[in-house]
Each structure stands twice: as structure tokens, then as C-alpha cells.
């Protein structure tokens, strides 16, 4: 006879083996998730051979530099005007930088506001739409690596 038909038959793992396997996978998938999440260990790290926090301790402190306050007439039949404050998220290495050239980033805002049409005020998601522009003037001024982000502070009609 051959070796196939003399062989025992293996047992089929039952549902307790199943059982230990799937829940040995839960912890193990979850213990992983938990000490990545915490920042113990990173895969991204693994792949590129740096570790995470030598890469964190080269980044400079994160610095917020006040904008001044743009106060804007909209022209049109209703006395309008609008207060617009902001800032800018930089890091320390920039902030002199930032600093010296702010007031052509004041310059830049006002000019950029004063050209919006005033019914655009008036319009359902107008804020974004004028971050977007301001970010985008605030780094053709700057430059691309000192400004990290605008946030608008103020932004109201009297």
C-alpha cells in the first residue's frame, strides 16, 4: 500500500484551538495598536532607521506671532465694516524673520481685503475662502517653510 492510505488521518484543530488562535490575535493586534498609539514604537520609523524621537527633538519650538488687526470699509449702501485679526504659526528659528517682514504681511491682507467684492461677505463659507488667500499671501511674503498655518482670531462685522 503507499504511504498516503497507511498514514493516520491528522485531527482537524476543533473549536477550542480556534478559539485560542482568534483571541491570541486580539491581543497581540491589540497590545501593538496600544504601544504604537502611545508612541513606544513606530513602524514608520523601523522602515526609515531613525527613531521617532530623535526626529521630534530637532524640531524647533512651535512660536505664534500676532498679525496686526486689519479694520476694512465695505463700500456698497450700508456702513460696513469688518475687523479681521490673526496669526501666524511659525517656529522659533523663523520668528525674527517673521517679525521683521510683518509689515508687508499686513500690506499683503489689506490690500487682498479690500479688493473682495461685498457681496461676498454676505456668502456661506467666505472665512475659508479668505484664509485660503491669506495663507497663500502670507507665504508668497514669508516663504514656504516659516509659515506652519494663519488662524484667524477675529472676524466680525461692526
Same mark, same amino acid.
Given at each position: ?32 495598536? +496600544? ?79 479690500? +479688493? ?43
Amino acid at each position: 500500500m503507499t504511504d498516503a492510505a497507511a498514514a493516520p488521518a491528522e485531527k482537524a484543530p476543533g473549536k477550542k484551538g480556534l478559539l485560542i488562535t482568534l483571541a491570541a490575535t486580539l491581543v497581540l493586534g491589540g497590545a501593538a495598536f +496600544g504601544s504604537t498609539y502611545l508612541g513606544i514604537w513606530s513602524p514608520a520609523g523601523m522602515l526609515t532607521g531613525s527613531p521617532a524621537k530623535e526626529a521630534s527633538a530637532e524640531h524647533h519650538a512651535v512660536v505664534f506671532i500676532d498679525v496686526p488687526k486689519v479694520e476694512i470699509v465695505i463700500p456698497g449702501g450700508r456702513a460696513r465694516s469688518m475687523v479681521l485679526s490673526a496669526t501666524i504659526e511659525t517656529d522659533s528659528a523663523h520668528k525674527a524673520a517673521v517679525t521683521h517682514l510683518m509689515p508687508r504681511v499686513s500690506d499683503a491682507f489689506t490690500t487682498f481685503l479690500s +479688493g473682495v467684492d461685498p457681496a461676498a461677505y454676505d456668502k456661506r463659507g467666505v472665512l475659508e475662502v479668505i484664509r485660503a488667500e491669506l495663507v497663500t499671501r502670507t507665504r508668497y511674503v514669508l516663504g514656504e517653510e516659516p509659515v506652519k498655518d494663519l488662524l484667524i482670531t477675529e472676524f466680525r462685522f461692526k
